[in-house]
């Protein structure tokens, strides 16, 4: 398979797993994926970013296709919830080579920050209360999951080596 159909295909499948796990965690913890409060275990993929660029416009599209297709989703969140995906996952790819003993944490923290600050504003524009609060309500729920979730993610391609099978 060349390059750019590997690239295309998992970005699609990527995309996919991201509404697919999205609508599962909703439809099994209603509410958790679209409060003001919410950890979207989704969002532990964006680790994917660390390997792989194809992570950047996946993630971002399953974002989008979920936040168009849920009822709960305000429609400032199309552009600004998917935009924040984008950076989270661009800015993670950017910097997956500072490491600490071999553990991106500065990447990892990427998606808090970024989905705390323009997430947390969409909020505070809907909803109201204090921007910060806001912020770090999501900011807190990202980094849950990343730093939960996903570094179990992360040191599971790691250890098994699955980065280099599917990404290489």
Request: net charge positive.
């Amino acid at each position: 398979m060349n390059k750019k159909t590997r690239f295309i295909v998992h970005a699609a499948v990527l995309a996919a797993l991201y509404v697919v796990l999205t609508y599962l965690q909703n439809f099994l913890l209603p509410g958790t994926t679209s409060w003001a409060i919410q950890c979207r275990a989704a969002e532990a993929l964006c680790i994917l970013a660390l390997f792989s660029p194809a992570a950047i416009p996946g993630l971002t599209i399953g974002c989008l296709l979920f936040n168009i297709s849920n009822s709960a989703s305000l429609p400032l969140d199309f552009l600004i919830g998917s935009l924040a995906t984008l950076l989270a996952t661009a800015t993670m790819f950017g910097t997956r080579k500072i490491t600490i003993k071999g553990y991106p944490a500065l990447g990892m923290a990427m998606p808090a920050f970024v989905n705390g600050i323009l997430v947390g504003w969409e909020l505070t524009i809907y909803i109201g209360g204090a921007f910060w609060l806001n912020a770090i309500y999501v900011a807190l729920g990202e980094a849950i999951v990343l730093y939960v979730v996903g570094t179990i993610l992360f040191y599971t391609l790691k250890v098994r080596k699955l980065d280099q099978k599917l990404f290489a």
